[in-house]
C-alpha cells in the first residue's frame, strides 16, 4: 500500500519516465527488489498505482464515504491533475509496450458512470454516449494542450465550461449529425 501511494505522489509530482524504481522505494521505505516480488514490473506498479487512485473516485470500499482513492493518497486530490496524470500514465506505459487493453475496463467505469449522471431526457443513448466520448476525449487532452499551448486557467475552465454545455446543446448536435436516426445500410 505505501508503494501504491508512493507511487501515485510521484506521478502527480512527475513525469511517469522520471518516477524510477529507485525514487518509489526511497521514497516509501522499501527494498528495490520489492517491486518485482509485489509487481512483477515498474510498469505494473505504475498502472495499478494510478488506477487505484483514480477508481477511487467511482469505486467506494464501503458503507462510508471513504474512497479508494483516500485510502490510496491519504488525502484528497484535485481529480483534473489526477485525470491529467492518469493520461500522461497511460500514453507512457503504451509507449513502453503495455497493451491498451490494460486500461480497457477502468475507462469504462468511467464513460458508464458519466453516462448514468447525464440526464439530458431530449437526447437518446446514442447522442449521449457520443457527447461523453467527445467531452471525455477533451478532458483526457486538456492536460497536454494546456501545456503545450501555455493555457491560462481562464482558457482551462472556459474549455471545462464547454464541456458541461455539451450535453445542453445535445438536441442541436443530435439533430445536426442525425444521431437520432437509425444508421441505415447503403444499397449496392
Not at 515498474?42 to 477511487?56: K, T
Not at 470500499?61 to 492518469?86: H, K, P
Request: include cysteine; glycine fraction near 6%.
Amino acid at each position: 500500500m505505501r508503494m501504491l501511494s508512493t507511487t501515485t505522489q510521484l506521478l502527480l509530482q512527475y513525469p511517469p519516465g522520471e518516477v524510477t524504481v529507485a525514487k518509489i522505494c526511497d521514497a516509501s521505505g522499501v527494498h528495490t527488489d520489492y517491486v518485482a516480488r509485489y509487481f512483477g514490473s515498474r510498469e505494473e506498479l505504475l498502472s495499478q498505482a494510478i488506477e487505484a487512485a483514480f477508481l477511487g473516485v467511482f469505486l467506494k470500499t464501503g458503507g462510508d464515504d471513504t474512497t479508494r482513492l483516500n485510502v490510496v493518497l491519504e488525502g484528497n486530490v484535485d481529480v483534473m491533475q489526477l485525470s491529467q496524470a492518469r493520461v500522461r500514465t497511460i500514453a507512457y506505459l503504451v509507449g513502453c509496450g503495455v497493451s491498451p487493453e490494460r486500461f480497457q475496463s477502468s475507462q469504462k467505469l468511467v464513460l458508464e458512470s458519466v453516462f448514468s449522471q447525464s440526464v439530458n431526457p431530449n437526447v437518446n443513448d446514442r447522442t449521449r454516449m457520443n457527447l461523453i466520448l467527445a467531452g471525455t476525449l477533451l478532458i483526457q487532452a486538456l492536460g497536454t494542450f494546456a501545456e503545450v499551448n501555455d493555457m491560462t486557467e481562464l482558457q482551462k475552465q472556459d474549455v471545462l465550461s464547454y464541456i458541461g454545455y455539451m450535453s445542453q446543446s445535445g438536441e442541436s448536435v443530435q439533430a445536426a449529425l442525425e444521431w437520432d436516426k437509425p444508421k441505415t445500410k447503403k444499397k449496392k
